[in-house]
DNA sequence: GCTAATGGTTGTACAGTACAACATGACGTA
DNA sequence: TACGTCATGTTGTACTGTACAACCATTAGC
């Protein structure tokens, strides 16, 4: 039906509309915990906590940007810095318990956000929509759109 | 393979992912339009002209944000302001012939990039995941993520 | 004609971000 | 071992995108 410049227009377009949307919609449904701060509390939970510096890499974000969410998020009582004790300039990020508790919350009221958004779609639509996501973005070293 | 539940997760995941991703490659490729303009100088050419309460509605976002984006464009020479006879209260909107210009620039700069990005992609997976991103936003009335 | 609604601008405030300058600490080599 | 270089992080500064509220101008409804 469509032809592959047909499809990649609307890849294209429906991207951006998204990418547009996402982050107000994050912050109306949650005020306390930016999309930028779950996203970042997320990576501390599953690695176990890393550097402010690894945070950075992942997300192709400025060391001084990280740094302040960081503050922010120590500030908050979400995250602690321990001092490394084999090399003293480096801070190792954790989530408090509080922090846990927070991103454990979002976590779970964004999923059922998500799950009623997408309830109307079937089993293998919402499988193969994942993997082509997946793909799309593992694709996106870091120049890509 | 994965269940719904699964599925939801990595959409919600690389959904967010794309998103914190887009604003910034945005500004990366074009550091003369951003994301926004970009999608704003868009809408102007489908419509061929509206107004800026229209804009607002259709990208909700506030008539203020509007107000002032368009100030830059109609500033860089990209948009026209049209007092409509009819309503004096009213601007009409109108993409110059510079601005014309940029935006085909710019979109064609973006699909060669989007292009590349999707050149491993097979023509029945690309129709699909375009049809996908379709209808997930389709739904994103406007509260949900 | 007066009141309410609509369209838009301006003042103000905030988040997120980058870049550059800097401080501190670690490490390798002469 | 001391010096230069690299790595980690913080701070100063500036810009974009955004919202909300107050406001002005104009139109529309009773």
Same mark, same amino acid.
């Given at each position: 039906m469509a032809d592959r410049g047909e499809s990649i227009e609307v890849i294209q377009r429906e991207m951006t509309?998204?990418?547009r949307r996402a982050r107000a919609t994050a912050a109306?449904?949650?005020p306390e915990l930016?999309?930028? $701060?779950?996203?970042?509390? $997320?990576?501390?939970?599953?690695?176990?906590?890393?550097?402010?510096?690894?945070?950075?890499?992942?997300?192709t974000l400025d060391k001084s940007t990280i740094s302040r969410q960081v503050a922010a998020l120590e500030k908050a009582g979400l995250v602690e810095r321990r001092q490394d004790p084999a090399d003293?300039?480096?801070?190792?990020?954790?989530?408090?318990?509080?922090?846990?508790?927070?991103?454990?919350q979002v976590t779970d009221s964004r999923r059922i956000a998500f799950r009623?958004?997408?309830?109307g779609w079937s089993g293998p639509d919402l499988e193969r929509f994942a993997?082509?996501?997946l793909r799309?973005?593992?694709?996106? $070293?870091?120049e890509g759109p």
């Open positions: 509309v998204f990418a109306r449904m949650h930016s999309l930028v $701060s779950f996203t970042l509390l $997320s990576h501390l939970e599953d690695r176990q906590g890393c550097r402010a510096t690894d945070l950075a890499a992942h997300y003293h300039r480096v801070h190792v990020l954790h989530l408090t318990e509080r922090g846990v508790g927070v991103l454990a009623e958004r997408l309830a993997e082509y996501l799309y973005n593992a694709g996106a $070293s870091d």
